[in-house]
């Protein structure tokens, strides 16, 4: 399961980054998306843009290609 | 003496703080050879650098980067010798992930930091309390709670600012910024879900599946009517200003040749692009309070599917909007885009957008061929639907443009998902936002203006030439005009039209004046429908007639733009190459428009 399979409201874990630049996992590491940290998914957005979530940083939009590419286990 | 740096992570409040320490006294320092700006401004004696946001020290986009290299350079030479560093009272951890950084670099360089816990007001309100003492006796630093917003803290650090430089560096050390802040938000911070609670109130209606959409499209024809409605008075104003001025001064000036230049090529020719001064101003202020109240992210997140199609970005948006009323601060707002390819490809085709400069070209040429023919009991002319069809024509050729360079010439140019931090809502603040708008329009007048005012001086030395005032068919204009009047022949175009186009590449709307000029009419401009008898009068056809609008839709024919994109990217090879690409796909297509109009029959 994907991060961008996360249904509203529910939280998991995050356990693996898969096809991800390290450039870019290195970013969603200082915004908070780190291995086990724990993430909510707030809304969809209108049009199937980005989701937003919810991490111990704040609220961020994440776009399909990075979500989809974050293996999450639900909490 | 140093200078203090003020440094932070997006979104802390830094940029209000900055204009309340410097009363609003900020200079921008374009420093040589990067694209980031630096904000200098004057507290007391001292004086305060604002560097963007940053996140962390491995910098992200490109602002980013050189916004990192540029802190670590003046560090290290000492021109920085102390550090502000903001925190963000509601979003404690990110902050204090930049923060750590920041206080580790600064033990290595000796320098003393005091932290900025902005946006205290907000946890006050929803009673929620930070020990900021203890993380103050954790950190080795001053840690100093204030609202940038209110005031609350205001007048104890700068007490506490201007003593910087007598502070005890930190001996602490933090070996992981990212486990260290972890560690010290849990210890000193709270948990965040109610205050993004609140905000999701607000993002439940703006964000919504069905009302989401139609409050991002009410907000969007408010924007665009308001950049017209507002700016027209203050537009008129200044037209007013300069042909009165021009009528003033003209006298104090021998009668011939030195005259004329004055009145024609100084006030005509600087005068054409100051009048869209306020149009830059609404713009730029109405864009900026959506930045500040936290909508501007939000209306990215709605458009960025549609426009990810494409290969641009949700934050390619705003620019494209912002192009219709002037490219220049169009291509300006493309700095907020961090991917380089997204930003690359909307700078490309903001010129395209219809912006207001077209407007007169368009109402010249649909009064000549468009009858004014209406339906629905009057509610929709035909003429509409010419300029409605126009703009949208520009826009599909737009997207088509990003699409294919996307995937051909761009496509192996670095790229940066769409990743965006939603901004907590708030209040605009005015005062600030009314100083980055007439900053903005000065970029705008000394920047653009010395490059129209030599094109201009250009264009009225081979207009006048040799045979001097009145002339203008026998000039070296007129002559060149004719030089390229086979070129023109395809799309059934004389030299006439070549001079006008050749004229205004200064600017567009010069096209107006030019053939108002060539037909013998004075004072064109206010007499668009004379003209417009004149052409038809001329024999141009309606197909040569469609031709050169489709024309004028998609060639770049704007130096402001071309100067402004060159400054931004710092190299004339991308606005050179979009000359000449625009120029020619704007033939090409007028050229294929003419050829399917003539052979279909009915027309």
Redo the contacts between chains.
């Keep these: 399961m994907t991060l961008w399979d996360l249904e509203i409201n529910k939280v998991c874990k995050i356990k693996a980054f898969l096809d991800v630049k390290p ?2 996992k ?7 998306f ?1 291995l086990n940290s724990e993430i909510v998914c ?9 989701k ?1 979530y ?1 991490n ?8 399909q ?2 979500a989809q590419n974050i293996r999450i286990e639900l909490k | 003496m140093s200078s203090i740096a003020l440094i932070g992570k997006p979104n802390s409040g830094k940029s209000l703080l900055f204009n309340k320490l410097t009363g609003l006294s900020q200079k921008v320092a374009n420093f040589p050879g990067i694209t980031v700006e630096l904000k200098s401004g004057q507290m007391a004696d001292q004086t305060l650098i604002d560097f963007p946001g940053i996140y962390t020290f491995s910098g992200l986009t490109t602002d980013e980067i050189v916004a990192v290299e540029k802190f670590s350079e003046k560090i290290k030479d000492n021109s920085i010798g102390a550090i502000v560093c903001v925190l963000d009272a509601t979003h404690l951890k990110a902050s204090l992930r930049i923060g750590l950084e920041v206080l580790e670099f600064a033990q290595t360089f000796n320098k003393p930091v005091i932290f900025a816990l902005n946006l205290y007001d907000v946890l006050k309100t929803n009673k929620i309390k930070i020990d900021f003492k203890g993380l103050s006796e954790e950190l080795g630093a001053v840690v100093h709670p204030i609202s940038a917003r209110t005031g609350f803290g205001m007048e104890e650090l700068e007490e506490k600012i201007k003593g910087i430089f007598e502070l005890k560096i930190s001996d602490k050390k933090f070996s992981n910024a990212q486990e260290q802040a972890d560690l010290l938000n849990k210890k000193f911070g709270f948990d965040n879900t109610l205050l993004i609670k609140q905000q999701s109130k607000l993002d439940d209606f703006f964000l919504n599946h069905y009302f989401g959409g139609f409050a991002f499209a009410m907000i969007m024809i408010i924007l665009f009517q308001s950049i017209f409605t507002f700016a027209v008075p203050f537009m008129d104003f200044i037209e007013m200003i300069v042909s009165g001025s021009a009528q003033r001064v003209a006298p104090f000036f021998p009668e011939g040749m030195i005259r004329d230049f004055v009145t024609d090529a100084v006030f005509g020719g600087v005068g054409s692009f100051i009048v869209f001064v306020p149009q830059i101003f609404f713009l730029t202020f109405i864009v900026g309070a959506l930045e500040d109240s936290g909508y501007l992210a939000r209306a990215a997140i709605i458009c960025h599917k549609p426009l990810q199609f494409f290969g641009l970005s949700g934050k390619s948006f705003i620019p494209l909007l912002s192009g219709h009323a002037c490219a220049i601060p169009a291509i300006m707002a493309t700095r907020n885009i961090e991917s380089p390819k997204r930003r690359l490809l909307t700078m490309i085709i903001v010129p395209l957008m219809g912006c207001s400069a077209r407007l007169p070209v368009y109402a010249l040429l649909t009064a000549a061929f468009i009858p004014p023919i209406t339906f629905l009991g009057g509610f929709i002319g035909l003429q509409g639907i010419i300029f409605f069809s126009l703009y949208l024509f520009a826009i599909i050729v737009a997207l088509f443009v990003a699409a294919f360079l996307s995937k051909t010439a761009l496509k192996n140019k670095s790229d940066t998902p769409f990743i965006l931090e939603l901004p907590s809502y708030r209040m605009p603040h005015f005062s600030p936002l009314v100083k980055k708008s007439i900053s903005n329009c000065w970029y705008f007048i000394t920047k653009a203006g010395v490059v129209i005012l030599m094109v201009t001086v250009a264009v009225w030395i081979l207009g006048y030439f040799p045979n001097g005032s009145g002339q203008l068919q026998s000039s070296w204009l007129a002559y060149m005009g004719r030089a390229i009047e086979p070129l023109l022949a395809p799309l059934g175009l004389d030299w006439k039209y070549g001079v006008a186009i050749l004229t205004s590449f200064l600017a567009r709307e010069v096209f107006v004046g030019t053939l108002g000029t060539l037909f013998g009419i004075e004072g064109a401009d206010e007499n668009i429908l004379g003209l417009a008898d004149q052409i038809q009068a001329s024999g141009l056809t309606l197909s040569s007639g469609v031709a050169l609008l489709v024309f004028y839709a998609i060639a770049l024919q704007c130096a402001s733009t071309l100067a402004i994109i060159r400054k931004e990217l710092g190299s004339s090879k991308i606005p050179l190459l979009l000359f000449f690409g625009y120029g020619a796909l704007a033939y090409i297509l007028a050229f294929l428009m003419k050829t399917f109009m003539d052979s279909v029959s009915f027309i």
């Design positions: 450039i870019i290195t970013r969603l590491n200082d915004l908070g780190n707030l809304r969809k957005s209108p049009l199937g843009g980005p937003t919810q111990s940083s704040g609220a961020f939009a994440i776009e290609d990075v």
